[in-house]
Structure formats: C-alpha cells, structure tokens
C-alpha cells in the first residue's frame, strides 16, 4: 500500500488515535523535483572574447564547444555588462548589476547603493529557486560574488555559494588564481589541492574530476533527481597558465600577428553566418600597435603569448569535453540544458607590451618587451602570471571595437551557446534576437515551467529584470523582447534600444586620442560635458561593429536615449559615477572588527584574504614571532602574503633570519641576519620604517630602512628603495606556511615551520622596535 503523503504547511491527512492499532501514518511528501525536469548547467568563460572560440571564427581549435554549438544554437547578438562580477551577478538573479549592488568587481565596492558589492537576498539566484524545487544544486570554480572583506574564515559565510542556495561548492572566491597554485575552498574551508604542478596538477582538470564527482555522488543513489550546475573555470582569466605541450601544438600559428587574424576572423565569421555578410572590421585601434610595425622582438614575444593563450583555451575546452562526455556516459546529456556563456570581452590587462606578471597591471607599474622576452620560456609556467598584449585583446574580440570593462561592443558582446538535445528541436542553427545575461534565468525558469518565486528563505523577491528568450529556442525569426539596455562600468556608458546604440566612451574612444588612462575621475564638470559633446550614435542593426558615428545627423535620437539612460540609472541604482579604476581598490571598506594597531596570527589557521588581513602597505610596522627553535635549529615560514606575482615572507633558513619583498617580480629586496637563530624560545622580529611617500599612480609604493632582529637586537638592514603600492598577489596571508605561488623560488611551498610558533605579531601602530645599543654605536661611529 502506498505512503500516504501530505504537504508541508497543509492539514495532517492521516489518524492519530489513542494507539498505534487505531492510527493511521501520513508522512511530510519530500522535495521532488518534476519528473522530467532537465538538469541545468551554466559554463561561464572569463575574459573570452566574441571572435576567440573556434565556433565564432577562432583558428583556436574548441571541439568541444564546437559540437555543443552544432547540437544546439549560436547567439550572435547576446550582452554583458563588460565585467567579470558584475556580469556573473546578472547571469546567476536575472537583475542588473547596479541592481545587484555589483557595479564593480567585490574588491572596488564603495558605499553607494549599487556599489557595495553585496548581492542582496531579494535577488535571489537560480540555485536558490531551483532548491525549492528538487534540485541539486552545485559550485564549481570561480565564485567572485562575495564582498571581498568577507571571504576569510570569520565568515560571515551567508554570500559564499553555500549561503546563496548552492549544497556543494568547490573552487576559489576572489577573481582570478594561479593555475597550478590556486586557493581553494571546499565547501565553508579552505583546502590544498590534490597534487603538486611538478605532479601535473592543473586547476581544469582539477574542478572537473570533482564536477563529475558531485553529480555522480547524486545520480548514483537518486538517478532522477536533476542537477543545476554553474560551472565557472577561472579561464581565460589570467593568468594564462597551461602545460607546455598544449601551447607548443600552436607554434607559428600567430606569426601573421593581430591584424591577420582579425581579417581571417570576420572572413569565417561571415562564412558561419556569426557576423552579418555586410559587416566591416572596425577601425584598427589607435592604442596598438600594427602588426607590421612590430620588431622582430616584439613579433616573437607576441606570437609565444597568444601560441599560450590558445594552449590554455584549448586545454579548457578539452577538460569540459570530459564534464560532457560523463552527461553521455550516465545518460543525462540529452536532458541537460546547457549554457556557455563569457562574462565579457577580452581583457586588456596585460597592457600595451603584454605581462608576465598581471599584478603589474594593478598596481599601475609598466613593463617592457625586453622584460617579457627573457622571461618567454616561461610563460604559461608556474613561475609567470602572463597576459597577452592588447593586440590580442583587440583581435580576440573581432569584428567590435575595444575590449572588457569598456561598454562598445568589444566589452559587452559574447559569445553564447544554448544546448538541450530534449527540449531544442533546432541544431546548429543562429540566432539574431538581442538579449542580455540578466535574461538567462527567466529564460531558464520558462523552459522549466517554473513561475519565480515570492518569497525565499522568508525574504520577499525582488522583480526579475531580464527577459526570457526561450520562445527563440526553436524559432530563428521571432520578434526580440529585450528593446532597451543600459550599460555603465566605471565611467563609461551605454545604451541600446531597438537596433541603436549610445555610447559615451570614458576617458575616450582610446587612451591615445585621449590623452588619459583609464582610471581618470569623471568629476560633475566633466560629466556635464561629457554629456554635452561625449556621446556617440551607431545604428548597429546597420553598423555591426560601431564604425559609424552618426550622432550629427540624428541629434534628436540621441538626446532621447541619452535621457533614456539617465532614467534607467535612476530605476537601478548606476549614480553615482565612479571611473576611479584601480584606485577604487585602495578605499577603506567595513571590516568585521575595527582596524586596530595589532593583529596576531597563530599557525595551522587557513590562509586570510588580503582584504581581511593586516594591511602593511605604505605604513610602518614590525613583526614579531614568538617561536621555539629545537635542537638542531629549524626552517621554515613564519609569516608570508602574497606569492610569485607580488608579496613578502618573513622566514628562516640555513639557520639565519631572512625577509624578502618581491616588488611585481620586477626587484626581490631580500635582508638576511648576519647571525644564526640559537636554540630555544625566541622573539624573532622585523621592522619596516617609512622613509618617503609612495606614488601609487605611478606604480610605487613607500621607500623604507628592513631590518631584522632577535629578541630585540639588530641582526640585518637593508634600503627598500621601492614596494608594491596597491596590492599583493592573489594569495592570502599565511602563518607557519606559504600557500600558493612562492614568493621567491628559494623554497617550495608549503614551507611549513619546523619549530614551534606560539604567535605571529604584526603591529601598525607607527611605534619603531628599538635597539638602544645600535643606536649609540651608530651615534659614536658618526663623531
């Protein structure tokens, strides 16, 4: 006989008599999924520009995104807001990013609403609607949508993915990770990955074999019970990290350089009906160089950065094939809808010359082809943080203009594909209709019958933004839903409607005509201008790539969506405008407790994020450790932030003290004891006296005298001419370990101390360690 069942919230159907004879049982009926209902996986590219996967015209070969493409549908006319969090903000509520509070990514949140950074809960995400429905729910990769202050394990965890409706969660927090060094949280904790590179270990194949894991751990004991998955890789991201092998099968692929490719790109575009038969390439950009312009140096340089970059998307491309193949193997592929979308157009991080290490980028320090040549061998190694050069930027995202973070095409335009065997009649087909990220999850929620919801976790639901766009899945020409868009990330500004688009470029249409780098303020007297004579109008249901500017002959237009825009910043929460870039990153931010003049670390704790760890730069301070050092002596971390892009590590080693400040791998400025530690308890101490004002726009952080000490005696000074102005690498601070990446190559992370430390001190108070009989030698040699 049948369990009789009943819903929650509903009158008890069964009898409860005085005894169990006299009874009859009923039972709370369990979350179930629709019988049926597809399971939803949402694979999110970073930084993957519209003419970069081989199905929108790449010679990179992506097989397996091919084949997704040829079973399902090209979107050629699909938006981003340009940015990483932002648009994965969009993608995973279906409301704007200002709506969101994610103007910007979680480290350049500033008090404003729409800028904060926290994703509020009556926006609720997909996996939190789909929970309340049957399903599984899953993280994977990278997250980014947690207020950077609130990544470390003080929590508070309610904006980790476990808070926000996922069951499951494996990969990183922050925006990017180092490839073969990553930061990884499973679940609430932070954990080490499974191998060593020299073991082979890389992030892809990593986040797959546990993407595999979950849905089988499910599938193998509830068979019928759908998944949603929101699979997010971390590349094309830098850095560009990938074994040898993969970027060596590209080898002389790219000698024609950026321009070429770009002609070839639209030219299989046109072919495969991605690009209308009429479009031109849009103008060769003022801020790189052309091809042909190059030096020999420079064209070699360039060539082995994108030979990498192609290694890394192919080898990305063929881990998610083996996700794929597993849908194929357990029978579920067929009743998956699958998403691939980017977050935003190729990323321009790696500047004019390209990077071996993006850190540069952030704390606004150049780098030269020189630098870059010596370093060629190893780029896509685990010694770099490599970034191609803008060129690639440019052509990856052909035929737009410009590239991620700035709101033409190029920044905005991403490929997309929608796959679902069961439920898409249509195979290989494309589809023109216009659309935006912030319509996935309608459109999703449509296709599962599913109405959103009222109410989760007792919080009230905000509207859903975006526009479901299923009715196009299987009709090529039905009318677009989604007539007007606006668009704004850091400064710069957008907005289309129905086939037009406005745009007012910041701090121009290139850094070169304008004289400004990105990152310029917009104050009230230029914006007042810049809407006077800044804005620009291209019909691109004409002008597919926004070559021409017809603001002159349609002025009445564009004063209309000018006036448009500025009323959908009203609607969600764009003002006020904020271009500042970078240096956003250095504004001060709520913390979970006050900043205060002393910070103790203890060992064996996780790695703390930077921006919840002690902040030393630009300021004095000094670092005590209080450490037992056995017979025999001992070796090892005592403190370390940062790793191989940009960090410090205080440690020991051969017996002395050292300190090391790796400024951008640019200068290592290393002091060493001139004595050995002796046995026993210890305070083992390091100061940092300021000697000048840093020049962060410059890419320099405080001057400053490093010196060494033990149990209060001065054992080592050095000049520290310059330091890292703005930010470490991506790696938290560690005590009694070095996580990640090793800030120099003399040790081999973990590096874990082989004494005893009772604590780490980091004090900012200003106060100096002194060492009075130093200090009187210093004054009686200088009589």
């Known amino acids: 006989m049948p369990l009789k069942e009943y819903k929650s919230g509903t009158t008890f159907p069964g009898v409860v008599g005085r005894t169990f004879d006299q009874s009859e049982p009923a039972w709370p009926e369990p979350l179930r999924a629709k019988e049926g209902a597809p399971n939803v996986l949402f694979i999110v590219l970073d930084d993957t520009g519209f003419g970069q996967l081989g199905c929108y015209g790449s010679p990179i070969q992506t097989p397996n995104f091919d084949s997704l493409a040829a079973g399902g549908l090209r979107y050629n006319n699909m938006h981003t807001t340009a940015l990483c969090s932002p648009s994965r903000s969009c993608i995973i509520t279906g409301r704007n990013h200002h709506s969101n509070n994610m103007a910007c990514i979680t480290e350049g949140s500033t008090g404003y609403p729409g800028y904060s950074g926290n994703v509020p809960f009556e926006n609720g995400f997909l996996s939190e609607i789909l929970q309340q429905h049957g399903y599984n729910t899953y993280a994977i990769g990278k997250?980014?949508?947690?207020?950077?202050?609130?990544?470390?394990?003080?929590?508070?965890?309610?904006?980790?993915?476990?808070?926000?409706?996922?069951?499951?969660f494996y990969g990183f927090l922050g925006g990017d990770t180092h490839q073969y060094y990553p930061e990884l949280v499973y679940d609430n904790h932070s954990v080490a990955p499974p191998k060593t590179p020299e073991e082979g270990y890389t992030l892809n194949e990593d986040i797959v074999d546990r993407a595999i894991q979950f849905i089988a751990d499910s599938k193998q004991i509830a068979p019928s019970k759908p998944f949603f998955m929101?699979?997010?890789?971390?590349?094309?991201?830098?850095?560009?990290?990938?074994?040898?092998e993969w970027a060596d099968k590209y080898k002389g692929k790219f000698d024609e350089g950026w321009d070429v490719y770009r002609e070839k790109t639209l030219a299989r575009q046109k072919e495969l009906g991605i690009s209308p038969k009429e479009t031109e390439l849009s103008r060769h950009d003022p801020d790189v160089k052309p091809w042909d312009q190059c030096s020999p140096e420079e064209k070699k340089v360039y060539a082995r950065m994108m030979e990498v970059f192609a290694g890394f998307l192919e080898h990305t491309d063929y881990h998610i094939g083996r996700l794929l193949q597993f849908l194929k193997d357990i029978g579920e592929f067929e009743n998956t809808l699958i998403m691939v979308i980017s977050d935003n157009g190729a990323s321009s991080e790696g500047g004019p010359t390209g990077s071996t290490n993006e850190m540069r980028f952030f704390n606004?320090?150049?780098?030269?082809?020189?630098?870059?040549?010596?370093?060629?061998?190893k780029l896509g190694g685990p010694e770099t943080f490599n970034h191609y050069a803008w060129g690639w930027t440019f052509a990856g995202n052909t035929p737009f203009r410009r590239w991620?973070?700035?709101t033409y095409r190029g920044g905005i335009s991403d490929p997309f594909i929608v796959h679902w065997p069961k439920g898409i009649k249509d195979r290989g087909e494309i589809r023109t209709q216009y659309a935006h990220i912030i319509d996935m999850v309608p459109t999703v929620l449509d296709c599962l019958g599913i109405e959103p919801p009222m109410v989760i976790k007792g919080v009230t639901q905000s509207p859903i933004e975006g526009v479901s766009f299923a009715h196009t899945l299987d009709n090529a020409s039905a009318p677009t839903r989604h007539h007007t868009q606006y668009f704004e990330m850091m400064g710069h500004r957008s907005l289309y409607h129905e086939g037009w688009r406005a745009v007012c470029p910041w701090p121009g249409p290139?850094?070169?005509?304008?004289?400004?780098?990105f990152g310029a303020p917009i104050t009230a007297d230029v914006l007042t201008e810049l809407d006077a004579k800044g804005w620009e109008l291209y019909h691109v249901e004409k002008d597919w790539a926004e070559n021409y500017n017809v603001a002159a002959d349609n002025r009445p237009r564009l004063i209309a969506m000018i006036s448009a825009w500025y009323a959908e910043a009203g609607k969600y929460n764009v003002l006020p405008i904020d271009s500042r870039g970078v240096m956003r990153f250095a504004d001060e931010r709520p913390q979970i407790t006050a900043d205060r003049p002393s910070y103790v670390y203890y060992p064996g704790t996780q790695p703390i994020p930077a921006n919840a760890a002690v902040r030393v730069l630009n300021r004095p301070h000094s670092i005590i450790a209080d450490v037992e050092i056995p017979a025999g002596g001992a070796e090892g971390v005592l403190i370390s932030q940062g790793d191989i892009e940009a960090g410090y590590i205080f440690y020991v080693k051969g017996g002395k003290l050292h300190w090391v400040h790796n400024y951008v791998t640019k200068a290592f400025y290393h002091v060493e004891s001139g004595e050995n530690i002796p046995e026993g308890r210890h305070q083992l101490g390091f100061e940092f006296e300021v000697t000048g004002k840093p020049d962060p726009?410059?890419?320099?952080?405080?001057?400053?005298?490093?010196?060494?000490?033990?149990?209060k005696k001065l054992v080592g000074k050095i000049d520290v001419p310059v330091t890292t102005p703005l930010s470490w690498g991506i790696t938290g601070l560690s005590c009694g370990a070095a996580h990640g990446a090793p800030v120099v190559p003399e040790y081999q992370p973990p590096f874990e101390f082989t004494g005893k430390i009772y604590s780490v001190t980091v004090d900012v108070?200003?106060?100096?360690?002194?060492?009075?009989?130093?200090?009187a030698r210093m004054v009686m040699a200088r009589q």
């Open 230 to 244: 929101y699979f997010c890789p971390g590349a094309m991201h830098a850095p560009h990290h990938v074994p040898k």
């Open 765 to 775: 108070s200003g106060q100096l360690i002194e060492d009075k009989e130093a200090e």
């Open 697 to 711: 726009a410059n890419g320099k952080g405080a001057p400053g005298i490093a010196q060494l000490y033990i149990d």
């Open 143 to 168: 997250w980014h949508l947690t207020p950077a202050e609130q990544t470390s394990a003080a929590g508070p965890y309610e904006r980790w993915p476990l808070g926000r409706g996922f069951e499951r």
């Open 404 to 406: 991620k973070r700035e």
């Open 510 to 517: 290139s850094f070169t005509e304008s004289g400004k780098f």
């Open 364 to 377: 606004n320090v150049s780098e030269s082809v020189e630098e870059n040549l010596a370093a060629l061998d």
